[in-house]
């Protein structure tokens, strides 16, 4: 699979929410693109992730 660009394993039954928490980020404060496609937050932990999968990960920062 690619993440932001990068490839990187695939786990079996990886979720989107695993993928998160093994790279160290909070849910919360991430969005998530499968394949072009949003990610709604409420489905990390159902949205299952496979090796042909691209995946983007956005972290919001905040600022003033």
């Known amino acids: 699979m690619k993440i932001n660009g990068k490839d990187h394993p695939c786990k ?4 989107v929410r ?5 790279l160290g ?3 919360q404060r991430v ?4 394949n072009g496609q ?3 937050r409420a489905c990390f932990a159902d949205e299952a992730l496979c090796d042909a999968d691209t995946v983007e990960i956005v972290q919001f920062v905040g600022g003033g």
Do not use: Q
């Not at 079996?12 to 979720?15: K, L, S, Y």
């Not at 969005?31 to 499968?34: G, L």
């Open 25 to 27: 980020h909070d849910p």
């Open 31 to 34: 969005a998530v693109e499968k």
């Open 12 to 15: 079996p039954e990886m979720t």
């Open 18 to 22: 695993s993928l998160l928490e093994e």
């Open 38 to 40: 949003i990610v709604p």
